[in-house]
């Protein structure tokens, strides 16, 4: 089969196409034909050396196919069902812990960049009815962090207030999520293209953030002097002191990314007096997963895709990525 490999040091001009046997399922397990991959920001991250793996690792976190083979013992699962992985595969259901973190596929383990994957078969969840393979991909890093700040961690009803920032796929999941239950969104981009795009999905208010520095102040009037229920926070310590600002008494804010800065000044003070509550979010459960899943086919969201790339071309659809000229989800399709 054709597998992708990091070669250290690892960059884009490293990634390596290759071949491997066809992996054979052991005892528990589904061997999945992989037909698509989604990226991330975390795959970046491996495949650019941020994040140091094994030398030879088969990247990305996002998979999703159909079960070629099963296992002895397995039987939620059939031959030609549509799978799709899980970011944590040992995180079944509650709380985070360090052990449940573990087994992250592209970086722990080998990942979805591959013809076929071998896998427990707790490891996969069912995809949406009626999702192609592309869309089906998108989900499990981004749409399930979406979900997680915004059901697991929050609690987002009808009338409430979210704020995203940017047209990357969480932000654009959580955007859809919002407004699928209701909830009203403030969304802000420095492109006016993109907010033209992010309108017609719903943004019922939108910031450039290049035009309009002190966004949180502007975010805050635009709900009345209330402030919003919920930021969807990507770009770290760089937006961090801007979202405090925009969040009312008593509101949450889901740390996402670190895109616009590792560390710096925060205004913990202001933080403190709204009794705030900051979460650091990394992905979700199976179990919330699972969830997601019931709610996508419940409300019939699909997933925004900006471009497809062969597998061939993934330093492409990096650079792709790396550009910030998309808006959702960049994949790589696996023929």
């Not at 059901?151 to 654009?172: K, M, P």
């Not at 990394?282 to 471009?307: F, K, W, Y």
């Amino acid at each position: 089969m054709q597998v992708i490999e990091v070669r250290n040091p690892a960059t884009l001009d490293s990634l390596s196409l290759t071949r491997r046997a066809d992996p054979v399922p052991g005892p528990g397990e589904v061997c999945v034909r992989v037909r698509a991959n989604s990226l991330n920001f975390h795959d970046y991250a491996v495949v650019s050396g941020v994040l140091p793996v094994d030398d030879g690792r088969i990247p990305m976190s996002d998979g999703a196919g159909e079960v070629a083979a099963l296992g002895a013992g397995v039987s939620q699962f059939a031959v030609g069902d549509g799978v799709m992985s899980t970011f944590f595969p040992n995180w079944p259901a509650g709380p985070v812990s360090a052990t449940r973190a573990r087994g992250v596929p592209g970086d722990h383990v080998d990942g979805y960049a591959a013809e076929y994957v071998c896998m427990p078969a707790a490891s996969f969840t069912r995809i949406p009815a009626g999702y192609g393979w592309e869309e089906a991909a998108t989900l499990p890093c981004a749409a399930l962090t979406a979900w997680r700040a915004l059901f697991v961690e929050n609690d987002i009803r009808a009338g409430d207030w979210v704020l995203t920032q940017g047209t990357g796929g969480v932000s654009v999941f959580a955007l859809q999520f919002a407004r699928a239950v209701g909830a009203r969104v403030i969304a802000t981009s420095s492109s006016a293209a993109k907010l033209e795009r992010l309108k017609t999905l719903g943004a019922e208010h939108l910031i450039n953030y290049r035009e309009q520095p002190d966004w949180g102040e502007v975010a805050m009037s635009m709900t009345g002097g209330r402030g919003v229920d919920e930021v969807v926070e990507i770009g770290g310590s760089g937006t961090l002191p801007q979202s405090i600002a925009a969040t009312r008494v008593g509101g949450h804010i889901s740390l996402i990314g670190v895109l616009a800065g590792w560390g710096g000044d925060i205004p913990t003070a202001t933080m403190m007096w709204k009794n705030i509550t900051l979460s650091g979010i990394t992905v979700g459960s199976i179990e919330d997963q699972h969830n997601m899943v019931a709610a996508l086919e419940a409300t019939g969201i699909r997933p925004v895709i900006d471009s497809t790339f062969p597998l061939a071309r993934i330093a492409d659809a990096f650079r792709h990525q790396i550009s910030q000229q998309h808006f959702g989800k960049i994949c790589l399709s696996i023929p």
